[in-house]
Nanobody, 118 residues
Framework: QVQLVESGGGSVQAGGSLRLSCAAS?????????MSWYRQGPGKEREFVSR???????SYADSVKGRFTISQDNPKNTVYLQMNSLKPEDTAMYYC???????????WGQGTQVTVSS
């Protein structure tokens, strides 16, 4: 199994910053496809936020480009999401996800709550 643990969420005012962390443990060596961040706001479907692969290539949803930065610390099996210029619409539960070659192939963390007030 693979365990993902998110941390770093909290409540901030609009314009503020937070840094989320996702720490992987277990058989993470079987997960070579990189790590993604998703979020689910109140009454909304879960949506893609950002992704980083093993080589360090990144991608972002249009809604967060220029404000969020994803990075990784490979020795620590940890991925970060630096979130700047936060907006109320960024309020959501943030989840990290990875895909692996071991069942059940997709692993999610438990989520960390981000609340941005205007």
């Amino acid at each position: 199994q693979v365990q993902l643990v998110e941390s770093g969420g909290g409540s901030v005012q609009a314009g503020g910053s937070l840094r989320l962390s996702c720490a992987a443990s277990g058989y993470y060596e079987f997960c070579t496809g990189g790590m993604s961040w998703y979020r689910q706001g109140p009454g909304k479907e879960r949506e893609f936020v950002s992704r980083i692969n093993g080589a360090g290539s990144t991608s972002y949803a249009d809604s967060v480009k220029g404000r969020f930065t994803i990075s990784q610390d490979n020795p620590k099996n940890t991925v970060y999401l630096q979130m700047n210029s936060l907006k109320p619409e960024d309020t959501a539960m943030y989840y990290c996800k990875t895909t692996c070659t071991i069942s059940p192939y997709t692993f999610w963390g438990q989520g960390t709550q981000v609340t941005v007030s205007s």
